[in-house]
């Protein structure tokens, strides 16, 4: 079903519903939210969505304009801007396996973590039986 078939079939006032879905969807609205936002039930905006594939596209799009355009501010801040800072961010993010930053936790003079844990006897046998429990 096209978008104006959906919209012949639907609410007279279908087209502010849409228009207030999409603003409230590249704000990162819930679906939910946005149903609200746009006076318009969650089971009708699904319903929509399975009749309309067009309509459900519109909505996607709009879930994703926020999004890209982080995409686009990060892109130009490092393609246009050269931000060395922003760049660095990206390549800790993207590509952890090399560039991601790594913390170490050490004892006193680097010497390796002592854990010392006081259990009562009750809680020491809880731990014994549910460890033997495990192996079983």
């Given at each position: 079903?096209?978008l104006?078939?959906?919209?012949a079939?639907?609410y007279?006032?279908?087209?502010?519903i849409?228009s207030?879905?999409?603003?409230a969807?590249?704000?990162?609205?819930?679906?939910?939210?946005?149903?609200?936002?746009?006076?318009?039930?969650t089971?009708?905006?699904?319903?929509?969505i399975?009749?309309?594939?067009e309509?459900a596209?519109?909505?996607?799009?709009?879930?994703?304009?926020?999004?890209?355009?982080?995409?686009?501010?990060?892109?130009?801040?490092?393609v246009?801007?050269?931000n060395?800072?922003?760049?660095?961010?990206f390549?800790?993010?993207?590509?952890?396996?090399r560039?991601?930053?790594?913390?170490?936790?050490?004892g006193k003079?680097?010497?390796?973590m002592?854990?010392?844990?006081?259990?009562t006897?009750?809680e020491?046998?809880d731990l014994?039986?549910?460890?033997?429990?495990?192996?079983?």
């Open positions: 079903m096209t104006n078939e959906l919209k079939s639907s007279k006032n279908f087209d502010l849409v207030d879905l999409k603003n969807f590249m704000r990162d609205f819930t679906t939910e939210r946005a149903c609200r936002y746009a006076g318009l039930s089971s009708q905006y699904y319903e929509w399975n009749k309309s594939d309509f596209m519109e909505m996607e799009k709009a879930k994703d304009y926020l999004m890209n355009q982080a995409d686009q501010i990060i892109v130009d801040e490092i246009t801007k050269k060395s800072d922003v760049a660095k961010w390549k800790e993010r993207r590509d952890k396996a560039f991601s930053i790594r913390q170490e936790v050490t003079d680097g010497e390796n002592k854990l010392d844990l006081e259990l006897d009750d020491r046998q014994l039986a549910a460890s033997t429990e495990e192996i079983s």
